[in-house]
């Protein structure tokens, strides 16, 4: 199966400084990336807060102009496209759902007007198609009646989540849609997903915080630290024997109960107190917070680089080879 | 009443939350009972909506006015009912001897005020506590203990990173040391290392004996990590309430058994072990969880299952379990 979307060298940011209160960073907000998705493919990606996430999402959806690097689509530039066909080829659903909808309509006209204008669909289709949507989504068409401060939290984002998929993608992008959902409500979504998916061979492109809980249902992952990609491939392969320290960490940070059998203690993987410093691209940001970290790891490049012969699993680490867990070793 | 690593620090009777003109309607908070002991953390599980918030908010009186009320119901600490003390006499009791660590970070702190104006806030209710000196120090050594420094007083909430607002609610929670904290999802939606900190924070908390943690979360595994007695809490009923070990081992409530195959222990997919439903109906006079539940019958929409003590101790409310007499 050929890629769908490709991404190349993808790097987003300007040089500004956050608040003097918080750490000083380096001004891009996504550096250099890497992916390729074929149809029907889900790709998790993960990583704590200032991650570069949002911003990654955003970009890839072509919301975003990218001041580096590249996005094919189908083979072509994803700027060479119109509006119109880029909305149908991707789809995002952002984060914060509350924007996403107009205020003072009701949802079911909301939905209505984009089936029309996205899909061309005559008024009485639309009227027939909407409500067996809905319950795809797990929502009831009741609320179709509704405003969207009517709803809760949940079932304005399931609304989103039908917003953009009455669009037919080929691609959806969701930021974090679990984070604010309890874990009844989380499994369910990633059925929802899981369905979508298979149903109509769409591509998935899901963000979260939780390694946990998304890795298990998405083909691959890239663990994204301070707008870098440190480590990709399949989900697999990665949850099993991750390569980079920070993957390491984070699973090993996560509660007792979901931790894996190989989890390390917190002092082998991070020191305790940051380093001082400034991390110069592209050397390694965990640096700073490495346990594993040598001299070396301050000057030199590090990229993504193949951990297997067979696998596409890839580490930024450089000193992965000398690592007590490596694939190889 | 007794002192000792046992005795009850809150005592609550079949409290009932519910809205102000609601005669006949479904309370949100059920005659829930329970005990909270000195040295314990005690976990309250429960999806969303399902009371969890409400009852914390009962607890200290600080329910949605005039929305929301306590209908009955007794909140016992020391030899006083919460539910029937003056406003300034729980005044003085908030955040000196009960304090509530609030779900949201983003939105518990005053937008408009610097973090020392909202520190300092705390101690003016209690005016006769501490001398401003005496204050600052405080302020300063718990910001010291957890990783903060006092250069963020002079910050406003917006400022601050998500983990960084969460740990200045915790100082503000921890500042008249109060001997019961009540923590509202305290870690929902955060950063894995956030979390991690925040359990550790708690961990401290309880070190001193005569202490006691309230925990809410819809997470088993953040509640795994401190409590050592879980009540799990469905359409505002206490459905389950067993030790940790019990309920991870054997859970018997089908919505229990629901909340901890949804989440991904030792790395497992999350599986839904609950009948997902596009209904917007209320529950009926039944079991609350009757509508999601792989196991209902009718008997379980017409009739609310009766919460019965088992001989081990543990409790549960479901038709099924009073039938195999589990
Ligand atoms: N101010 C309010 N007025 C009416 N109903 C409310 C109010 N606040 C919460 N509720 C309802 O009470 C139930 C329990 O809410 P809550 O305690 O916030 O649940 P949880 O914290 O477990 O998610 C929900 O069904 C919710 O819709
Ligand atoms: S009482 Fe019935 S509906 Fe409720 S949990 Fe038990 S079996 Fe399910
Ligand atoms: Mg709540």
Not at chain 1, 13 to 29: C, D, I, M, Y
Not at chain 1, 109 to 119: D, G, I, M, S, Y
Not at chain 1, 273 to 289: D, F
Request: one cysteine or more; aromatic letters at 4%; charged letters at 25%.
């Amino acid at each position: 199966m050929t890629d769908i979307l490709e991404v190349r060298g993808l790097s987003y940011g300007h040089s500004e400084q956050r608040s003097v209160f918080q750490k000083a960073r380096e001004g891009f907000q996504v550096r250099d990336f890497h992916l390729s998705l074929r149809a029907g493919d889900m790709h998790a990606l993960i990583g704590e807060s200032g991650a570069g996430k949002s911003t990654l999402a955003r970009l890839l959806a072509g919301a975003l102009k990218p001041a580096e690097g590249l996005i094919l689509w189908r083979g072509r530039p994803l700027t060479s496209y119109s509006l119109r066909e880029r909305a149908r080829g991707i789809q995002l659903v952002m984060q914060d759902a509350t924007e996403a909808l107009h205020a003072r309509r009701t949802v079911g006209e909301q939905l209505r007007e984009v089936a029309r204008v996205t899909r061309g669909l005559s008024p009485s289709q639309v009227r027939d198609m909407i409500p067996q949507r809905c319950l795809e989504l797990h929502l009831d068409p009741l609320l179709l009646e509704r405003f969207p401060h009517e709803l809760s939290g949940g079932q304005r984002q399931r609304v989103n989540l039908l917003r953009a998929l009455l669009c037919e993608p080929e691609l959806l992008i969701c930021d974090e849609p679990l984070s604010a959902l309890d874990r009844l409500h989380q499994v369910e979504l990633l059925e929802i997903l899981q369905e979508w998916r298979q149903r109509t061979g769409g591509a998935i492109v899901l963000i979260a915080h939780d390694v946990n809980v998304v890795a298990q249902w998405s083909d691959a992952v890239s663990l994204l630290y301070q707008g870098r990609c440190l480590e990709q491939g399949p989900s697999k392969a990665v949850l099993q024997r991750p390569q980079h320290p920070y993957t390491r960490w984070l699973l090993s940070a996560q509660p007792r109960l979901y931790r894996p059998a190989w989890a390390l203690a917190r002092s082998e993987l991070v020191s305790r107190e940051e380093r001082p410093g400034v991390v110069v691209y592209p050397s390694c940001p965990w640096v700073k917070r490495c346990a594993l970290a040598e001299p070396a790891c301050w000057g030199q490049e590090s990229r993504l680089k193949r951990q297997d012969v067979d696998s596409s699993h890839q580490s930024a680490c450089i000193r992965s080879e000398d690592l007590p867990w490596h694939v190889g070793s | 009443m007794e002192e000792g690593r046992d005795a009850n620090v809150l005592s609550i009777h079949a409290l009932t939350v519910g809205a102000r003109q609601s005669a006949g309607a479904r309370p949100l908070v059920d005659s829930l009972s329970f005990e909270l002991r000195a040295g314990e953390a005690l976990g309250l599980m429960g999806g969303s909506g399902s009371g969890k918030s409400l009852t914390a908010l009962a607890l200290m009186r600080l329910l949605p006015w005039p929305y929301l009320e306590i209908q009955s119901g007794q909140i016992l600490w020391q030899d006083k009912d919460l539910s029937l003390i003056s406003d300034t006499e729980l005044a003085l009791l908030r955040g000196r001897h009960i304090a509530l660590l609030l779900q949201d970070a983003a939105t518990a702190l005053h937008p408009m005020r610097n973090v020392e104006q909202q520190l300092f806030q705390v101690f003016s209710y209690h005016a006769s506590s501490a001398s401003q000196d005496k204050s600052r120090e405080k302020i300063e050594s718990l910001l010291k203990a957890h990783g903060l420094s006092a250069k963020i007083l002079q910050a406003y909430p917006h400022e601050l990173s998500g983990g960084m607002r969460q740990r200045v609610l915790w100082v503000m929670a921890r500042l008249l040391d109060p001997e019961i904290l009540i923590a509202d999802e305290a870690t929902h939606a955060l950063d894995a290392s956030v979390q991690a900190d925040v359990i550790e924070q708690l961990r401290g908390y309880l070190e001193v004996r005569s202490r006691a943690l309230l925990l809410i979360s819809h997470d088993i595994g953040f509640l795994a990590e401190l409590c050592d007695r879980i009540m799990v809490l469905c359409g505002g009923r206490l459905v389950e309430e067993a030790s940790l070990a019990d309920l991870l081992h054997r859970p018997l409530h089908p919505y229990t058994q629901a909340l901890l195959a949804a989440a991904p222990l030792e790395g497992r997919k999350g599986q839904r072990l609950f009948r997902a439903q596009a209904s917007l109906q209320q529950p009926g006079l039944g079991c609350a969880f009757a509508s999601a539940c792989l196991h209902a019958d009718r008997r379980c929409e017409q009739e609310a299952p009766p919460l019965l003590r088992l001989a081990d101790g543990r409790r549960v409310a479901c038709h099924r379990s009073e039938e195999s007499g589990a």
